[in-house]
T-cell receptor
């Protein structure tokens, strides 16, 4: 039973446009959400996070939006660049209770020239 | 550079032949995690250590064991690998608490013949 769902296995976006990656979760106890980025032959690397007390967090070209009532979060990348082509994992945790994070299956983002 | 190192990067073993995967870190982090990731699936937490305290996930098979002899090293032992254990095994570290990002190694890809 997946607690963190990324329903789009892949996404193609033109260079310079906005990339929007979506993530849904089922556990209402999750209070901290993270995005990780993974290149081939490398481990995932932390990208950006958001606490449940916020609805938006921005870091340069990357913005994460959280809609708690819908149990939905999204990662916006603007403008998209070729180096953004990677697999993006959404993850969530009950941060106040646990050291663990639960990952989604990932979305492969292709940035087209 | 401080990092998480996994050896070997590729491991081939035979059905039923014990295998050990290695992880080391130079970050001096308290927590070390082992994840299993199968193709197009989410990384799945097998277990983690908070210092010497071992935390096993309820659904981790008994076939998987772990050792952490010191802060820097953590090992994953698969006692009798089956074909279904072929996967990427990711090691990660953190300072503790799910609010802190995890730092991942590049992974070991295990093939079972």
């Amino acid at each position: 039973d997946q607690q963190v769902k990324q329903n789009s296995p892949s996404l193609s976006v033109q260079e310079g446009r906005i990339s929007i990656l979506n993530c849904d979760y089922t556990n209402s106890m999750f209070d901290y959400f993270l995005w990780y980025k993974k290149y081939p032959a490398e481990g995932p690397t932390f990208l950006i996070s958001i606490s449940s007390i916020k609805d938006k967090n921005e870091d340069g070209r990357f913005t994460v939006f959280l809609n708690k009532s819908a149990k939905h979060l999204s990662l916006h990348i603007v403008p998209s660049q070729p180096g953004d082509s990677a697999v993006y994992f959404c993850a969530a945790s009950e941060g106040n209770r646990d050291d663990k994070i639960i990952f989604g299956k990932g979305t492969r983002l292709h940035i087209l020239p | 550079d401080a990092m998480v190192i996994q050896n070997p990067r590729y491991q081939v073993t035979q059905f039923g032949k014990p295998v050990t995967l290695s992880c080391s870190q130079t970050l001096n982090h308290n927590v070390m995690y082992w994840y299993q990731q199968k193709s197009s699936q989410a990384p799945k937490l097998l277990f983690h250590y908070y210092d010497k305290d071992f935390n096993n996930e309820a659904d981790t098979p008994d076939n998987f064991q772990s050792r952490r002899p010191n802060t820097s090293f953590c090992f994953l032992d698969i006692r009798s690998p089956g074909l279904g254990d072929a996967a990427m095994y990711l090691c990660a570290t953190s300072t503790g608490g799910a609010y802190n990002e995890q730092f991942f190694g590049p992974g070991t890809r295990l093939t079972v013949l």
